[in-house]
């Protein structure tokens, strides 16, 4: 509120008390009232308008004005528990939530540690991996938006932000040691977790999907990390051909249902790909396999690999999402086999986006391909500590 809009109320209720007193008349306290009144609406037009106009950079204001003008709050209702009976107080409805969250994290880890096999025959193998730069940090750091939630270390991003030039080398060291060593800090894989409701019955604890709010720092490495890598790939035209050499090759798009909150991540980059006859490509909870297919011994490849990953989603409890299952034919003359997942037929896709990039069928080209940068999938500060 503006100093001319208070000193329209203070005299509304001047006015207001004299008319009580009867020592100012009726006119001149409706004039007044009517005075305060459009200064009143004139300031709120003017504040919703600086809301839509400003949410592009402050979005919380708006959804906060607007959670304002609701005339019912919607706050998490009853829970059952494991007994079957309903809950009712907040910290209660936290340990019900809680105890579902842990109960669906599949225990199984594998003992050895992950490694990714390097490729052969590159051109650039021999050649030093990317370094994250104190200047690059700096930029993360400067384009922060203040008006994002803080992590569980109450670290705020303006202070971030404002702090960018004297903060931007002690993180790019933290950050190139983590990249180079594997491991993230462990103040960075706590995070607070809110639960947001999906779907079914809200008294059903499984219908809410935990979403958490980590730690700043560790998005920015995220992002920094994830430029990096893009400008690698950019620098040496990292890439693989899929369809080339005139042959035709069928490209599966897997999706696991919740597989970053219920299993250890590890699972996922582990013994996926054992016995895998055709190319098996993995990124988070996205699996890809893809083949040849202008051969007989081609198509039933692919369908034995599909039915080894059934059962390997059964033999760590975890499950495809079959209805987001699609089927990508590409090359000139693709016979469009049928591929199976268990007992339902996977239906055919015109184009499907991986990594940033449409892959689409085309009338010319064995595949047609269009880069568009995106965030990363996965959060790094998400991970659950090993």
């Known amino acids: 509120m503006n100093k001319e809009l208070l000193d329209k109320l203070k005299l509304r209720r001047e006015a207001c008390r004299g008319w009580k007193q009867g020592q100012v008349a009726w006119e001149e306290y409706g004039e007044s009232v009517r005075a305060a009144r459009d200064q009143v609406r004139n300031a709120k037009a003017l504040m919703e308008l600086n809301l839509a ?47 579902f969250f842990a109960s669906i994290f599949t225990g199984k880890c594998f003992s050895h540690t992950t490694s990714v096999a390097e490729g052969k025959g590159r051109r650039w193998e021999n050649e030093e991996p990317p370094t994250v730069g104190e200047d690059q940090v700096q930029n993360c750091l400067k384009n922060l938006k203040v008006h994002k939630s803080m992590g569980p270390d109450e670290m705020h991003l303006r202070v971030l932000r404002e702090l960018a030039d004297e903060v931007a080398r002690p993180l790019s ?36 999907r935990p979403v958490s709010l980590t730690s700043v720092p560790g998005k920015i490495m995220e992002q920094t990390l994830l430029e990096t890598v893009l400008r690698h790939m950019g620098n040496k035209e990292v890439g693989s051909s899929v369809g080339g050499q005139g042959r035709v090759t069928d490209i599966i798009y897997l999706d696991l249902c919740k597989a970053l909150d219920t299993v250890p991540h590890d699972i996922l980059v ?86 940033g990039c449409w892959g689409m069928k085309s009338s010319t080209e064995p595949i047609n391909v269009r880069w568009q940068p995106r965030k990363p999938p996965v959060s790094w500060a998400a991970c659950p500590a090993a």
């Not at 706050?75 to 309903?86: F, S, Y």
């Not at 999906?198 to 499984?206: H, I, S, V, W, Y």
């Open 173 to 208: 060291i933290v950050f190139e040691k983590s990249w180079q060593s594997s491991e993230v800090p462990t103040n960075w894989k706590r995070g607070n977790i809110t639960p947001i409701f999906k779907k079914g019955n809200k008294e059903d604890p499984g219908n809410y």
């Open 270 to 355: 582990g013994d996926m790909d054992s016995g895998i006859e055709c190319t098996l490509s993995k990124f988070a909870d996205d699996t890809e396999p893809c083949g040849a297919v202008d051969t007989l011994e081609g198509r039933d490849a692919i369908q034995r690999d599909l039915d080894r990953l059934e059962r390997w989603d059964h033999a760590n409890l975890m499950k495809f999402n079959k209805a987001k299952g699609k089927v990508l034919h590409v090359g000139r003359g693709n016979p469009k086999h049928n591929s199976r997942l268990g007992r339902e037929w996977m239906e055919s896709s015109p184009e499907e986006k991986d990594l």
């Open 53 to 99: 106009r400003d949410v592009k950079g402050n979005k919380k204001s708006l959804y906060r004005y607007i959670s304002n003008k609701r005339k019912t709050r919607e706050n998490m209702g009853l829970l059952w528990n494991e007994t079957g009976n309903l809950v009712t107080w907040g910290m209660e409805k936290a340990e019900v939530l809680n105890d």
